[in-house]
């Protein structure tokens, strides 16, 4: 297991406060921040490339906080893949395992057996400067998973590459984690991108880690609202909670108690996260997995490649995003216009609420 | 596009005859029975290879020191830094007689460091080592701003994943950043090894003798004249030409892909 025990780092202008995170073994952690955030920072800390001020770091239960990078069996993958242009793919994926004085034979068995696995066989005798993104990428996931690292550290793999290649090394990166085993901490500003690899979601901001958990628990139960907007959480409704009874711009909401929720004072105000999946328009019948039903006005709609998205107005001026597929919103009993007052339904499901 | 090229060859070709007119001039001037004659003198010949020879002993000692400070002002940030970094580009403002003065001040019998480098069986007064030191002095400049500026070109990250593909720092230093750099440093030490052949004023106060090319053909131009000064210059341009003319083409020949 790696584990940061209260990690504190300044550098320039980046500071991280008082991080702890662990990462199971066979994990996939995804930490998601936005750019600037100090990500990258933490990930080079963890690979002992930064001395932190504060703090302890755990690799296999050893306390690995001095430890030098050259100790810790941590493999790194840069967003520019950091390949060494003087060398040839081969030698850069043979890099670590030379250092080793492993045997050649073992070394090019070894090289040979991981090239092929990720597809770059062919490219060996090259030099990395010629290659495309996406095979530069490989190259650099190679030359770091040839060495076993206890730990897969990735920063923003796949941010450089272009959107069909970003998909296809994505899903690469679902594949090594699964097929090698590789416990994998991965750290990225595309929301898509961590919902598709996580296991464990961690988010970041300013510095400091703000929640973390299994991404559908950290979806539906966001803690704050920045953590809201960092999931691209749709609809934040302002609103109060006095006792059992949850006051927001629609009216009251039917909210159902959270058991592991930490108490808080009796009356408070709070916020209503309200992701864009669980309002429907034309609900089903009956109360009981409604939080709340009404009607609102249909104030704005655009089509998108896939999907409608639409903009629900209350008469006191709340509003509701919400999308449709293409099919569904075929398949809704009326056809819908901007300016229309349709039946509106918010799903108990997907609502939780978290002070202001 | 036609009159921007014309342009810029134009200036250029200005820039190439400044420097062209008065070598070619000087070698036409020579007398061409004295040329032959210079060539085959000892005097001239172990002069010149004096020259190269300091200059070059001048460059490998300071590329060991001079290597890791080029390094550090590359990577690190310290207080001062900016102070260290206009110390080191000193030598090439200070008149070179200056230069020659402060180093005899320092290294000659008068002070405890040139008593203490004499006593380890070096004296740098009227020395070969003199010449290298003085050399050294002079021309440090242009192998550490080389240096430094190679370093700065390549990426802190490769050196980063060298250490976690388990590297020490000397590994990752000899194995990536060395490598990555030594067309800049190879280029820096040409430029000083060239810098230090035609070191004079300093050379001149710390060792007068044995004299270096610079140096001799001074000394013959204030003996016996132009006419017997300009031969012993040719044979130094040419030789110089041929050798760095070869030395840039090497380190400029592009990388293979």
Known sequence: MLRLEAIGVQLGAFRLKNISLHVEPGAYLVLLGPTGTGKTVLLETIAGLHRPTGGRTWIDGKDATRWPPEKRNLGVVYQDYALFPHLTVQENIAFGLRLKKEARGEIKKTVEEMAGFLEIGHLLNRRPGRLSGGEQQRVALARALVLKPYVLLLDEPLSALDRSTRGRLRRELKRIHRELGVTIFHITHDLPEAFFLADHLALMKDGGILQEGKPEMVLRRPRSRTVAELLGIENLLRGTKEGERYLSGLGALDIPEFPSREATGRESAVYFSVPGWCVEIFPGKGDNPYTWKGKMRLAAMNFMNGHVDLDLVYPSGEHLKTSLSRREFGNLPVSIAVGIVVPVGILKEGVYWFPR | ?257
């Open chain 2, 1 to 257: 596009m036609r009159n921007f090229k014309a342009v810029i060859w134009c200036l250029s070709t200005i820039v190439i005859l400044m420097i062209v007119i008065p070598l070619a001039r000087m070698m036409m001037a020579a007398d061409p029975a004295i040329l032959r004659a210079t060539i085959s003198e000892p005097e001239v010949y172990s002069s010149i290879l004096l020259t190269l020879r300091s200059a070059l002993w001048a460059t490998l000692v300071c590329a060991v020191f001079g290597i890791p400070l080029a390094y550090i002002l590359a990577r690190w940030k310290f207080p001062g830094k900016s102070f260290v970094q206009g110390l080191i580009d000193l030598p090439i403002m200070i008149p070179h007689t200056a230069a020659g003065i402060a180093l005899l001040m320092v290294y000659g019998r008068r002070f405890f460091l040139g008593r203490a480098f004499e006593k380890l069986g070096i004296g740098f007064v009227g020395t070969e080592a003199g010449i290298s030191l003085a050399m050294a002095f002079v021309s440090l400049p242009f192998l550490v701003n080389a240096a430094r500026d190679g370093f700065i070109s390549v990426d802190p990250r490769l050196e980063r994943v060298a250490r976690t593909l388990g590297a020490t720092p000397w590994r990752s230093f000899f194995k990536v950043s060395l490598p990555l750099t030594w067309r800049p440093i190879l280029s820096g030490a040409i430029m000083m090894w060239a810098r230090g052949i035609s070191e004079f004023g300093a050379v001149i106060i710390l060792a007068y003798h044995p004299m270096t090319a610079p140096i001799l053909i001074w000394e013959r131009f204030q003996s016996y004249g132009l006419k017997y000064a300009t031969p012993v210059a040719v044979v130094l341009i040419l030789i110089c030409l041929i050798i760095f003319s070869l030395l840039r083409w090497l380190a400029t020949r592009p990388r293979e892909a």
